[in-house]
Structure formats: C-alpha cells, structure tokens
C-alpha cells in the first residue's frame, strides 16, 4: 500500500472499506474495549502490567480479524496514527449504531 491520503477524514472511508468483515469488525471492537479496560485498570491498581499489555490486546485483535477474515493487511503498517484513531472513531459508530451507514458511505467513496 503506497501512503496516498493526506488527512484522517479522507483516509477514515478507506479504513472502513478494510473492515466489511462482521467479524473482524467484532475482534476491532473488542481488542479496543480491552483498551480502556486496561488503561483504567493500570490507573486503578498503579500496576504497570495493564499499561504494558495495551498494544498487544489492541493490535493482537485487529490484526488476528485481518489475517483470519478480511484476509488483507492492516492499514496501520504505512498508516499508524490514522489507523489508531480510525479504530476508535469505528469503535465510536459501532456503540452509537452508525456502522452500517458509514460502512455504505464508504463504499460509494473507495471504489
């Protein structure tokens, strides 16, 4: 993948178009919950064990669902910051019901 998208908002359709997949959406959402929950659990117990494990339940989620289902290679390789904010933006439509809409918008952007 060559770096062609210049802003977050113009690379965020295209992340989308990477995760059709119901499941390797469910493994994003998950691996992003596990997130917070370590985040407040090291700031709870001030153990740094939570802080450390954050990257792997985070990426080791999200990459398993592109490895296993969407079967393509992450965005996060050439785009690192607007793939990590992409996860919690996607994250974001997920609770609120906005997926499937933004899933369809996509779409009709990256053809």
């Not at 989308?16 to 493994?27: G, I």
């Not at 802080?51 to 990459?63: D, E, M, S, V």
Request: aromatic residues 24%.
């Amino acid at each position: 993948m060559e770096k062609k998208y210049q802003t977050f908002w113009s690379f965020y359709p295209y992340y989308l178009t990477e995760h059709k997949n119901q499941v390797s959406r469910t493994l994003h959402f998950t691996g992003t919950l596990l997130i917070f929950v370590c985040l407040i659990l090291g700031v709870i117990t001030g153990k740094w064990f939570w802080f450390i494990i954050i990257p792997l339940c985070g990426y080791g989620f999200a990459w398993f669902g592109h490895f296993f289902f969407e079967k393509n290679k992450p965005a996060t390789f050439v785009y690192p910051l607007y793939s990590l904010g992409s996860d919690f933006v996607m994250f974001w439509h997920i609770i609120t019901g906005q997926i499937a809409k933004k899933l369809k918008d996509a779409e009709k952007i990256v053809r």
